[in-house]
């Protein structure tokens, strides 16, 4: 993944989304991007690994509620087993562990956290990194990287903070490219609501997609939907616990704390086989 290819993803599924009536060529996508049509189906092919208009289709909001129905096994099957399993990104496990409510008051008080920045399919991210697992993965969206440090440094103001931008990479390529077996540890920090609905959603496996009422129905809160949607906008470990998968009833593709486009081309990207 070169530096910058994402930015050129981010630029076509923006210009698609602005001339969607018009069902945009690959040669006038192409043009936009100031790049042949040749590169600029090399570049999806090397980003994506299908063609530009097989990764298209993925984007529409007829394929999005088509995996909204596709993934109802998915939900029933979390609700029969009380959310006893595990998520799973290709071969990659996930697993978590929160901070105490004890911990939780005290801010990152004598916690180590080394973090940097690394290069990603979907950006440049930040991430924080403690012996108890990832505290933090972002996406530098609409902000600069000193910007994006002093959230982090906020969120956990009393931690110890260390820069280690090889170790950052080194644990991005686990997450993005891991090894079959591997398993990612979070640490996550928030209310009770919240640890229960990042909880929820970290069952769900690659390719899947749920609205926000169906998380809701997951956390046996059947009427907290807006609430659900306040708590992932709230989520600080972006791709691993996966708010990029819960979408609005309709399909419609809303509500990214990294950007909607970004969230458009992780479903694109998870969908594409």
């Known amino acids: 993944m070169k530096t910058g290819d994402y930015d050129r993803i981010e630029r076509a599924i923006r210009y698609i989304d602005a001339h969607r009536d018009e069902q945009p060529s690959l040669d006038e996508i192409a043009a936009h991007l100031s790049l042949s049509p040749f590169h600029f189906q090399r570049l999806f092919s090397d980003w994506a690994g299908i063609s530009p208009k097989k990764f298209l289709q993925c984007l529409t909001l007829q394929n999005a509620k088509k995996l909204l129905d596709s993934s109802r096994p998915v939900l029933e099957a979390a609700l029969e087993s009380g959310l006893s399993s595990p998520s799973r990104l290709h071969d990659l496990f996930v697993t978590s562990e929160a901070v105490t409510p004890g ?47 002093s959230i982090l440094k906020a969120n956990w103001v009393n931690a110890e903070f260390s820069p280690d931008n090889n170790l950052a990479q080194a644990t991005a390529d686990r997450i993005f490219h891991p090894s079959k077996g591997d398993t990612i540890k979070v640490f996550m920090k928030g209310t009770n609501f919240q640890l229960r609905v990042w909880n929820a ?7 899947t997609l749920i609205s926000y009422s169906d998380v809701a129905h997951l956390i ?32 419609a593709v809303t509500g990214y704390r990294w950007g909607t486009e970004r969230k458009k081309a992780m479903i694109a990207y998870e969908s594409r086989t």
């Not at 059947?222 to 600080?236: C, H, I, K, M, Y």
């Open 201 to 207: 959603i970290l069952i769900l496996p690659e390719g």
């Open 103 to 149: 911990e939780y008051g005290t801010m990152g008080k004598g916690l180590s956290i080394t973090y940097g920045l690394a290069e990603t399919p979907f950006g440049t991210s930040l991430l924080g990194i403690t012996p108890r697992g990832i505290c933090w993965l972002s996406f530098l969206h609409e902000t600069s990287p000193e910007r994006e440090l």
């Open 220 to 251: 046996g809160n059947p009427s907290a939907s807006r609430a659900v949607g306040s708590a992932l906008g709230r989520n600080t470990i972006g791709y691993l616990i996966p708010c990029h998968r819960v979408l609005r009833e309709t399909g």
